[in-house]
């Protein structure tokens, strides 16, 4: 089991920047690989980006390319997403998320309750 808990949300300008960030809790969690994905209301999660267990592989969204970044720190049991040049589209709940590998990320594992960002135009 792993237990995911975001911070670092929040209401920002269109151009800002936020760094969100996911505390990961549990015996095993630095061996697994973590993301975000984000939702709107009425539409269906969608994948953000993804990073494996060591931190060598990274995926991401063509939506969110150049802009987010994402990291980890296992000493700390962390995951990073830092997002620039915000634009309101990026408006939504984010949720981190962990699974055994991106592959597997992708169709779902363990998750975070979310975190509100808002960006305003």
């Known amino acids: 089991q792993v237990q995911l808990v975001e911070s670092g949300g929040g209401l920002v300008q269109a151009g800002g920047s936020l760094r969100l960030s996911c505390a990961a809790s549990g015996r095993t969690a630095s061996s697994y690989a973590m993301g975000w994905f984000r939702q709107t209301p009425g539409k269906e999660r969608e994948f953000v980006a993804a990073i494996s267990w060591s931190g060598i592989n990274t995926n991401y969204a063509d939506s969110v390319k150049g802009r987010f970044t994402i990291s980890r720190d296992n000493a700390e049991n962390t995951v990073y997403l830092q997002m620039n040049s915000l634009k309101p589209e990026d408006t939504a709940v984010y949720y981190c998320?962990?699974?055994?590998?991106?592959?597997?990320?992708?169709?779902?594992?363990?998750w975070g309750q979310g975190t509100q960002v808002t960006v305003s135009s």
């Open positions: 998320a962990a699974a055994f590998s991106i592959v597997a990320l992708k169709s779902g594992g363990y």
